[in-house]
């Protein structure tokens, strides 16, 4: 199959897989949705992970089918929930005397993570390829524990239930 006819069967995919989740997030929440969402973006670095390690002891036919599953599960698991979900959360959890400069804050700190990754991927990488993803799995893994201890549920409650169930 060529390249573009993957890329618009890819770009179809992408859009379902955002269409879904944005129907989701009212039907069972932001919560459930986020580790959902976490847990794809584990597997879908544990794939990647995988590949590569392939890869290192020449498999390589195999690795390429592991390579892509695991972009296809990380991208579609990103489109899913932890892309969106995070900022619609922040503009539910701020009461409106601070949203301005949380919202902003957030979004700092977010661009500046996306910086982080960018920038050390490549130092990354020529430390250990399949060590590479383990560690952003590892990440994802952790962020799984963060939304079960730390982020309340905010689908249906009040800023006021919100405050509350986070103890502010």
Same mark, same amino acid.
């Given at each position: 199959?060529?390249?573009?006819?993957?890329?618009?069967?890819?770009?179809?995919?992408?859009?379902?897989?955002?269409?879904?989740?944005?129907?989701?997030?009212?039907?069972?929440?932001?919560?459930? $949705?986020?580790?959902?969402?976490?847990?794809?973006?584990?597997?879908?670095?544990?794939?990647?992970?995988?590949?590569?390690?392939?890869?290192?002891?020449?498999?390589?036919?195999?690795?390429?089918?592991?390579?892509?599953?695991?972009?296809?599960?990380?991208?579609?698991?990103?489109?899913?929930?932890?892309?969106?979900?995070?900022?619609?959360?922040?503009?539910?959890?701020?009461?409106?005397?601070?949203?301005?400069?949380?919202?902003?804050?957030?979004?700092?700190?977010?661009?500046?993570?996306?910086?982080?990754?960018?920038?050390?991927?490549?130092? $990354?990488?020529?430390?250990?390829?399949?060590?590479?993803?383990?560690?952003?799995?590892?990440?994802?893994?952790?962020?799984?524990?963060?939304?079960?201890?730390?982020?309340?549920?905010?689908?249906?409650?009040?800023?006021?239930?919100?405050?509350?169930?986070?103890?502010?």
């Amino acid at each position: 199959m060529e390249s573009a006819s993957m890329r618009a069967i890819f770009l179809k995919q992408l859009v379902l897989i955002t269409a879904i989740g944005a129907t989701l997030i009212d039907k069972t929440g932001r919560k459930p $949705l986020l580790l959902v969402s976490a847990a794809g973006l584990v597997l879908g670095c544990v794939l990647a992970a995988f590949a590569f390690y392939l890869k290192d002891h020449h498999i390589d036919k195999a690795a390429a089918f592991f390579a892509v599953a695991g972009i296809l599960v990380y991208i579609s698991s990103f489109s899913a929930g932890m892309g969106a979900i995070p900022w619609v959360i922040m503009s539910e959890i701020f009461p409106i005397n601070v949203k301005g400069v949380a919202g902003s804050l957030a979004t700092l700190v977010n661009w500046f993570g996306a910086w982080a990754i960018s920038y050390t991927f490549n130092f $990354l990488m020529q430390w250990s390829s399949y060590g590479t993803f383990i560690l952003y799995a590892t990440v994802n893994a952790l962020a799984i524990i963060f939304v079960i201890k730390v982020v309340p549920e905010t689908k249906g409650r009040t800023l006021e239930q919100i405050q509350a169930a986070i103890g502010a």
